[in-house]
């Protein structure tokens, strides 16, 4: 299928890019690079042997976006692009509903005027709020912070289009928490400023550009006190958004929920340690305060997705491990050099 994949150049989107086009699809990128970089484009050729098209521009400019549509007959949308830094989104509400709400808008309009049907939609465990723990996909939805919200609402938006227009085919695809490179070390997570999340965190520590991990609390309900997650190999997610694109095309339900998520919960210290087996020395770390808004654990049940997308995740945590270290060892700086 020809497929646009909005925010193609970012850390998921990238290497989403490279499963469709070893299976055989045929990708176009629109990215407007506010949390990613062009370097990842070269990379992407490389990994694939072909050029990817990509058009910078920003999703919410509705007549650049009606401009592709007309010029290129996609059969298809895989739509990552949008704010996703839950305490940013605290900071600046606005920005977050107008950018990830906008530019959702700006998608569905062109798709709807050249008879663009099928939509995968990149959502978030966030949905289920403070009940994440073991989530199945009919767990009512709701958000603690804009971020949560946006994602809550853009599932909302695409129900009703399908309401609507009934030839609409929408995927919406809940992930925990996406980690790990593709194993040649090429492409991988390069968070533009302090990373927010765990396993970047680690990974500059190990490269010597942060000092040491401050764990958020040992205090919490879990087994080691520490916060529990579904961390889950950005190339399972890859495959698992493959397989749904594919599903799209013969399912009669108009909107198809999905967790995409290992169903296996890991904590903070647990990963550090394997971080530590794959770095093969200690990483400096010290026990703080609780972080505002975190949950003690998260992590998916995804056997709706292994039954009806024939998709499961098959990584480990030590591959998670080996293939981040592998993209932060042989890029200090990320795609900076
Ligand atoms: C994981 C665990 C922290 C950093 C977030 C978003 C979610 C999704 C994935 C977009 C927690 C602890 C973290 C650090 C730490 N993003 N931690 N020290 O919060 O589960 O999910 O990213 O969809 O929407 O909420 O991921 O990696 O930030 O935290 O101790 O420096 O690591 O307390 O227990 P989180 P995370």
Known sequence: MKVLVSGGAGYIGSHTVVRLVEAGHDVVIVDNFSNAVPA?????????????????????????????FAAEAFEAVIHFAGYKAVGESVAK?????????????SLLRAMQRHDV????????????????????EDRRTFATNPYGWTKVMQEQIMRDVA??????????LRYFNP????????????????????????????????????????????????GVRDYIHVADLAAGHVAALEALDRTQDAVNVWNLGSGRGTSVLE?????????????????????????????????????????????????????????????PQGYAG
């Open 40 to 68: 990842v484009l070269g990379r992407l050729e490389a990994l694939t042997g072909t050029a990817i098209p990509c058009h910078a521009f920003d999703l919410t400019d509705h007549d650049k976006t009606a401009h592709l």
């Open 93 to 105: 509400p606005l920005d977050y509903y107008e950018n990830n709400l906008g530019s959702t808008f």
């Open 117 to 136: 049907t099928k939509l995968v939609f990149s959502s978030s465990a966030t949905v289920y709020g403070t009940d994440q723990a073991g989530a199945t």
């Open 163 to 172: 309401v609507a227009s009934p030839e609409m085919r929408f995927a919406l």
């Open 179 to 226: 980690v790990g490179a593709h194993p040649s070390g090429t492409i991988g997570e390069d968070p533009s400023d302090v990373p927010n999340n765990l396993m970047p965190y680690i990974a500059q520590v190990a490269v010597g550009r942060r000092e040491k991990l401050q764990v958020f609390g040992d205090d919490y309900d879990t087994p080691d006190g520490t």
């Open 271 to 331: 990963l550090l340690h394997a971080f530590e087996k794959a770095v093969g020395r200690d990483l400096p770390y010290e026990i703080v305060g609780r972080r505002p808004g975190d949950v003690a654990s998260s992590y998916a049940d995804p056997a709706k997705a292994n039954a009806e997308l024939h998709w499961r995740t098959e990584k480990s945590v030590e591959d998670m491990c080996a293939d981040t270290w592998r993209w932060q060892s042989q890029n």
